[in-house]
Structures are given as C-alpha cells and as structure tokens.
C-alpha cells in the first residue's frame, strides 16, 4: 500500500504560481509512476502530468506544457506539481495518484493510489 498526501493549494490570481506537493509513505520504490489529475466542478477527472519515478520520462496535458512542470525529490519522497502562468481555467481540485510497475498512462482508471486533493483556485 502507497499512502499520498497532497497539499500546497490554495487562491492566486491569473499569472500567478503555486507549487503542490505529493508526499509518498508506505510501500515506495523507484517503479512506480506518479502522476497529478485535476477535475473541476461538473467536469470529468482529467491528466495533467506524470512521471516515472525510476527516470523514465514526463508527459504532460496539452494544456499545461510549457507552464506546469512534475518534478520529484528522492530523499523526502515527495512529488511536485509547479504551476506557473496560471489561468482561470486551472482552477479545480489537484489530485495526485500512483502505479505500480512503470506504467505510462492518463487514463486515471490505471492508477492504484490517490490522495486526497487539493484544491487551486485562479481568480482573474
């Protein structure tokens, strides 16, 4: 079992930055793939980035490339989600979620572990 914990949420205005925070505790090793989802309100969970802890790659959403980077620090294992330019279609709950096994996916249906959310809001 893989227990996350998200955090570093919160209200900014468009054009701002905010950077979230996955904490990872319980069963961790380098093979998982970890990743960030967002849903906003009356709309479906979507991807907006993921990695593959052992170094296999990032993979972004369309919509966040170039503005949101997924980053890890190995020794806290800790997960990052840095959000810059932010807009307000960005705003909705951030969710961060994990896989066994090296998987490369953004179907969230493939993800074993979730925590809880954390909500972003962008005011304009």
């Known amino acids: 079992q893989v227990q996350l914990v998200e955090s570093g949420g919160g209200l900014v205005q468009s054009g701002g930055s905010l950077r979230l925070s996955c904490a990872a505790s319980?069963?961790?090793?380098?093979?998982?793939?970890v990743a960030w989802f967002r849903q906003a309100p009356g709309k479906e969970r979507e991807f907006v980035a993921s990695?593959?802890?052992?170094?296999?790659?990032?993979y972004y959403a369309d919509s966040v490339k170039a503005r949101f980077t997924i980053s890890r620090d190995n020794a806290k294992n800790t997960v990052y989600l840095q959000m810059n330019s932010l807009k307000p279609e960005d705003t909705a709950a951030y969710y961060c979620?994990?896989?066994?096994?090296?998987?490369?996916?953004?179907?969230?249906?493939?993800?074993?572990?979730w925590g809880q959310g954390t909500q972003v809001t962008v005011s304009s």
């Open positions: 990695f593959i802890w052992s170094g296999g790659g990032t």
């Open positions: 979620a994990a896989v066994y096994n090296n998987i490369v996916s953004k179907r969230e249906t493939d993800y074993s572990y």
């Open positions: 319980g069963r961790t090793s380098s093979r998982y793939t």
